[in-house]
């Protein structure tokens, strides 16, 4: 436990396993499916949960990226990235056979329901990375589950064929109006709140913060689970690169994005400080 009682990451699940490369695929422009040989993980990861990647040899640090979608009988793992600079760009140009040094599962992941509920998962964006794995989760354990999807246009759109089958529905909104609807995730949100138990959301932290506002006025009594980015050293808590800044009992208190989360009940953010806070990757 943190000082403050917040809950942390199980670190004792993390192993530091050389997965090799399968495959690149690319989904869009700056996109690209990465599916690694990584057999421990993929037995291991839980949605929402994280990895840290390098491509060796090479001088970088770790990059942080969501367990996008698993497959534990043949020991892949695979990750939805977005080529943003040198870490990304390297990763997104591996052939098949290299290798990546491959540390996780880390950080806390999304809570599953314990009863029966409707769940609603709303994407930004890359953001759309860990709802394959948790979509796949909840519906094998017989949930009901509502996809929200939105980018700036139809290329940068999480394609629909690679979520599992069995949605209950699935909507599309693109800024351009290049596919889907026109307009943003919070502009159809409203029309889909309606009966949900749970919101799980992740995308640009401003996104976030628009989507837990809305759900609390429309749907306050609907569980909501965010995926928060910071810039991440180590990803394991020893650098305090990532920290951001929470709330516990109503109370302000720092928290590191790497153990508390990435992703935290709405509740739990002070998205106020989070504004305030140095833009990265939005
Ligand atoms: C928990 C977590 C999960 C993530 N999951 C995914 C994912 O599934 N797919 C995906 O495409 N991306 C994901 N990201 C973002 C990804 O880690 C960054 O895009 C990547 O680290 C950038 O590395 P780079 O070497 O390409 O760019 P760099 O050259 O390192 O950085 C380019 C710019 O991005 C900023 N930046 C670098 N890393 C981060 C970061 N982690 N957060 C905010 N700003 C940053 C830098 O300050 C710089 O301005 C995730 C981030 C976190 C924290
Ligand atoms: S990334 Fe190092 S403390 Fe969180």
């Known amino acids: 436990m943190s000082p403050f009682q917040l809950p942390e990451s199980d670190l004792s699940r993390a192993r530091d396993e050389a997965a090799t490369c399968i495959g690149v695929d690319e989904l869009g422009p700056n996109l690209h499916l990465l599916t690694l040989e990584a057999a421990t993980a993929s037995r291991a990861a839980l949605p929402g949960e994280f ?46 056979g290299s290798t990546v040094r491959l540390l996780g599962p880390l950080g806390r992941g999304f809570s599953l329901p314990e009863t029966r509920a409707s769940s609603l998962l709303v994407a930004g964006g890359v953001g759309a990375a860990p709802f394959p794995h948790l979509a796949t989760q909840l519906l094998a354990r017989g949930e009901r589950v509502h996809w929200l999807n939105g980018a700036a246009g139809s290329d940068q759109l999480f394609p629909l064929r690679r979520m599992p089958g069995g949605l209950a529905g699935s909507v599309q909104v693109t800024d351009d109006g290049s596919s889907g609807r026109r307009g ?96 990265h990757l939005e």
């Open 184 to 279: 943003l995730v919070t502009d159809a949100l409203p029309e889909l709140l309606g009966g949900v138990d749970r919101v799980y959301a992740c995308g640009p932290n401003p996104m976030l913060q628009a989507v837990s506002e809305m759900a609390a006025r429309l749907r306050p009594e609907a569980l909501v689970e965010v995926s928060i980015e910071a810039p991440m050293g180590c990803g394991f808590g020893t650098c305090l690169g990532c920290s951001i800044p929470l709330r516990f009992r109503g109370a302000p208190v720092p928290g590191l994005c790497c153990r508390q989360g990435p992703v935290l009940g709405a509740d739990q953010v002070d998205w106020e400080a989070l504004r305030r806070q140095p833009a």
């Open 51 to 96: 990895a840290q990647l390098q491509v060796e040899p090479g001088p970088l640090l770790r990059r942080p990226f969501s367990f996008c979608d698993l497959d534990p009988g043949r020991g892949t793992v695979s990750f939805y990235l977005r080529v943003y600079g040198e870490g990304t760009r390297r990763l997104a140009h591996l052939t098949p």
